[in-house]
């Protein structure tokens, strides 16, 4: 079985200032992990995926996020958040490719002026 | 321009009253997907859709049918919808050899089609 927390369901931040959004999964067997964002009545948008090759990755609009299989994490974070930032994202794993995906609960960026 | 569209975007049926939401992709991916999203809980599986004529239960089968006699359509249908139904819809699609060679399955999201059944 699969299972991913996000352990903030809601995060406010300033602009100018760094973005931690934390991410804990459970997996049986090396999973894949992946962010999504969500703007507002749109879509879900791919942010960055991990698939068991470099543990830190870089995603669009400089988000990234770092793979620790010791503390079963993948938090994604951006040094400086912008006003666009703000939306929610969704931690999701995958324990195979092609099976269905798991998503965590969602977690809401406020980003303030 | 590569895409999954759903219809319709917003819906308010009754109780009972049968209801298709349509999804069409242009990307000739393999698979696809339904999930539903509600407050609180993130994005959970319907049905999901391996190739045509392959489908499969998610996390969240009750209450919904789905079918894939084409390739680039899968309909999700809500027989005898029920006011628990009420929700926001999303179909996403991927490659599955895409996803062979990436070891991951990227998805291509729809833009959600919101369903009220009062």
């Known amino acids: 079985a699969q299972s991913v927390t996000q352990l903030d369901s809601h995060v406010s931040v300033s602009e100018g200032t760094p973005v931690l959004l934390r991410c804990n999964y459970s997996s049986s067997y090396s999973p894949s992990l992946f962010w999504y964002v969500q703007h507002p009545n749109k879509g879900l948008q791919l942010l960055l995926k991990?698939?068991?090759?470099?543990?830190l990755v870089k995603g669009i609009n400089g988000f990234e996020a770092e793979f620790k299989k010791s503390e079963t994490s993948f938090h994604l974070t951006k040094p400086s958040a912008h006003m666009s930032d703000a939306a929610e994202y969704f931690c999701v794993v995958s324990r195979k490719p092609w099976r269905a995906l798991t998503f965590g609960s969602g977690t809401r960026l406020q980003v303030q002026p | 321009e590569a895409q999954v569209t759903q219809n319709p975007r917003y819906l308010i049926t009754v109780t009972g009253k049968k209801l298709t939401v349509t999804c069409s992709q242009n990307m000739n991916h393999e698979y696809m997907s339904w999930y539903r999203q509600d407050p609180g809980l993130g994005l959970r599986q319907i049905y999901y859709?391996?190739?045509?004529?392959?489908?499969d239960k998610g996390d969240v089968p009750e209450g919904y049918k789905v079918s894939r006699k084409e390739k680039r359509n899968f309909p999700l249908i809500l027989e005898s919808p029920s006011p628990n139904q009420t929700s926001l819809y999303f179909c996403?699609?991927?490659?599955?050899?895409?996803?062979?060679?990436?070891?991951?399955?990227?998805?291509?999201f729809g833009a959600g089609s919101r369903l009220t059944v009062l």
């Open positions: 991990y698939t068991s090759a470099a543990t």
């Open positions: 996403a699609s991927s490659s599955s050899k895409g996803a062979l060679l990436l070891g991951a399955n990227v998805l291509t």
């Open positions: 859709s391996m190739n045509v004529e392959v489908t």
